[in-house]
């Protein structure tokens, strides 16, 4: 790391630990839960162990006992559908 960017992350040290930044990264977290629990509960599985457990397509694939082509659509379902939730909340 270069001694040049080190008064640069003391700044960015100092603007997270405000108050004004935690409250608007409460107010994201708010609005993505929102989201998230407002899409169909086949989506938030899936997006769920795609994204949080890191479960690759063809696992998923045999879970919802799918072909992987159709696990890949289903996905990108569940992406727009959180999408167009996030959006409205």
Same mark, same amino acid.
């Given at each position: ?7 640069l992350l003391e700044i ?11 409250? @608007?990264?409460?107010? &994201?977290?708010?609005?993505?839960? $929102? !989201?998230?629990? #407002? ?5 938030? +599985? ?12 063809? @696992?998923?694939?045999? &879970?919802?006992?799918?072909?992987? $082509? !159709?696990?890949? #659509? ?5 992406? +727009?559908?959180?999408?167009?939730a996030y959006e409205r909340?």
């Open positions: 790391m270069l001694l040049s960017q080190v008064p960015i040290a100092n603007e997270i630990a405000q108050p004004e930044f935690q409250f @608007e990264i409460n107010k &994201i977290r708010e609005r993505i839960e $929102k !989201a998230f629990n #407002s899409i169909s509960v086949q989506y938030q +599985k899936i997006l769920h162990l795609h994204y949080e457990d890191r479960m690759p397509v063809k @696992e998923l694939a045999m &879970i919802f006992n799918l072909s992987f $082509k !159709a696990t890949e #659509s289903m996905l990108f379902r569940a992406r +727009k559908s959180f999408r167009q909340a």
